[in-house]
């Protein structure tokens, strides 16, 4: 058990589609940054104890007790269980709790119900039928994953020097090229909204090819040439993987919290069963995620010991490795980033909410843009 560049472009309300645009404060604070409780050891049990969560740990059959109202969520990775009382309590205090593999993907949530009313659920669906709206928020999320795409290779540049220095800026001038190739097209017919899925995946592609350069050639880990999920087959993305997983169970909370639908998305399409809003959210957030795991591993927190490979080539973090990211993952969290909107420091763990809030209130016309988060 563990506790562990440019101006940023802007989506602005079709004429016509909310009559109120005043603007008003997001107030965030930092009481409601609290620990998320990661419980990944096989056969661990979890139950309810009067007003905290008891913990069954298989390895020196011990008992845990921590209270709830310290838990912001709870995530149960591998072959953990838990208790129907301990499910119904969390609901009622808004506990998220997420299952999740040992490759770090989100397998299933259990919500309470929200606490906003349906007004912004109304105005989400909305924008989501008006194909103007859709479009405009879809090229808004992959514009704030392509500023932060580009910051996080353009601070790598600044300390590198010769064939990394040489490939970063390669990356970059291809992302800008791609973005400025874009903006320049028709994007009025909703059917442009593939033209933008597909800027996402050339620009994303560009940027994995000179991530590999930020990476330190002596950390003994293998510097992988693409991105490979389902399964990972390299320690690089393996860690991306689980840290990718760890944003979309945040996001996910958050939107739940400021009243959203996550399966109402704009960039991404409406398949069953999928959280298309949180994906969406996610875009803009996994830079973010990407630099803390070029950090882990250019310190040598995470080393090749840190990883398993099975016969099928699939690479995992062993529970070791788990639990050195789950404690960089708190660091983060609790660490401070000045928000562009706010104009002033919040810890990390607030940006979802933050940026989840933000888009509830541009949706319902509370504030006429929406801007995605930035470092």
């Not at 965030?28 to 050891?41: G, K, M, P, Q």
């Not at 795409?149 to 540049?157: C, N, P, Q, W």
């Not at 590198?160 to 040489?166: D, I, K, L, N, P």
């Not at 490979?309 to 690479?315: H, L, Q, T």
Request: proline letters at 5%; glycine letters at 8%.
């Amino acid at each position: 058990m563990d506790v562990s560049g440019p101006a940023l472009p802007q989506v602005q309300h079709p004429a016509g589609l909310h009559a109120r645009t005043r603007r008003e404060g997001i107030r965030v604070s930092a009481d409601e940054v609290l620990n998320v409780l990661f419980v990944h050891t096989a056969g661990s049990h979890l139950s309810l104890e009067g007003g905290a969560v008891r913990c069954f740990h298989p390895v020196d059959d011990s008992w845990r007790r921590l209270p709830l109202a310290r838990i912001e969520s709870i995530v149960m990775i591998g072959a953990v269980s838990a208790s129907t009382d301990l499910l119904l309590h969390c609901a009622e205090l808004g506990i998220p709790l997420h299952w999740v593999s040992e490759f770090g993907k989100p397998r299933a949530t259990a919500l309470g119900p929200s606490a906003m009313g349906g007004a912004v659920r109304a105005a989400q669906h909305a924008a989501h039928a008006d194909g103007a709206a859709r479009l405009s928020i879809a090229r808004t999320f992959v514009n704030g994953k392509i500023t932060n795409m580009l910051s996080v290779l353009r601070t790598a540049s600044h300390d590198a020097t010769g064939h990394a220095r040489q490939g970063l800026r390669e990356g970059i001038e291809r992302i800008v090229a791609a973005r400025d190739a874009h903006s320049g097209t028709e994007t009025d017919h909703p059917e442009s909204r593939f033209a933008v899925l597909g800027l996402e995946g050339v620009t994303s592609r560009s940027y994995f090819t000179a991530l590999r350069h930020t990476l330190r050639t002596d950390s003994g880990i293998d510097i992988p040439t693409q991105r490979t999920r389902r399964p990972a087959t390299d320690p690089v993305n393996a860690t991306m993987s689980f840290a990718y997983g760890l944003t979309r169970m945040s996001v996910h909370g958050a939107i739940h919290a400021a009243g959203l639908d996550p399966a109402i998305g704009y960039l991404h399409g409406d398949r069953d069963r999928q959280p298309s809003l949180v994906l969406d959210l996610m875009e803009e957030l996994r830079p973010v995620a990407d630099r803390l795991v070029v950090s882990l591993l250019n310190r040598r927190q995470l080393r090749s010991a840190h990883f398993t490979k099975s016969v099928s080539g699939a690479v995992e973090l062993t529970e070791d490795g788990r639990r050195t990211l789950f404690t960089a993952w708190h660091e983060h969290r609790t660490a401070l980033t000045q928000h562009e909107i706010l104009r002033r420091d919040i810890p990390h763990a607030l940006v979802p909410l933050t940026q989840a809030r933000l888009m509830a209130r541009f949706l319902t016309g509370d504030i006429d843009t929406y801007s995605p988060y930035r470092f």
